[in-house]
């Protein structure tokens, strides 16, 4: 100790020129590891609801009721309403597509009909058959021109995917027709 009262202080270390003091020791190096994972995983969330977006707009577009059809078209069946007229019926089984023009177009079969079910929970493939088939009537005019009725109900996926309409045609088994019930049109077969 000094005997001026001060501590006592070290002398700073020279260094010879040429020569300089430790390096001071490199900060640890940072793992990249969380940072990729958190890149992956927001990747994996972006795509996740891209795929979640499509899923819901097509599902949105299949299930938007057309409104008049002025031109051949294809659509789902899930979009058809009274009016439209469709160019060919698919065979038995589940229906997707269709192709539908004006009615004043050649055409097979006429939607004549539109049954809203009311349930919620999914009542079983025959309950919902047995339901759209008595809700389909044909009026003695279709009937006299040849016209048969075919049914198309919601199968189980669509029942899950909000689908609750039954649909009722005219079907012409043999020839086409021209023009429209709905409209009030003189329907003419070939």
Known sequence: M???????YPQEPYYAPGWSGPAAPAPPRRSRTPLVVALVLTGVLVLGLAAWGVVVLRQGMQTR???EVDRPTSAHSRQLDVGHCVVGLPSDGEVGQVDL??????????????????????PGQRA?????????????????????AVVWSPSEESWAQGDRRGLCLAWLDAGEARGSFAAGDEVTTD
């Open 65 to 67: 009721v057309l409104g």
């Open 2 to 8: 000094s005997a001026n009262g001060g501590g006592y």
């Open 128 to 148: 919902v058959d047995d339901e759209a088939a008595a809700a389909c009537e044909m009026d003695s005019a279709q009937v006299a021109a040849g016209f048969r």
């Open 101 to 122: 023009v004006p009615c004043a177009d050649p055409h097979v079969a006429e939607v004549v009909g539109v049954h809203p079910f009311r349930a919620d929970a999914w």
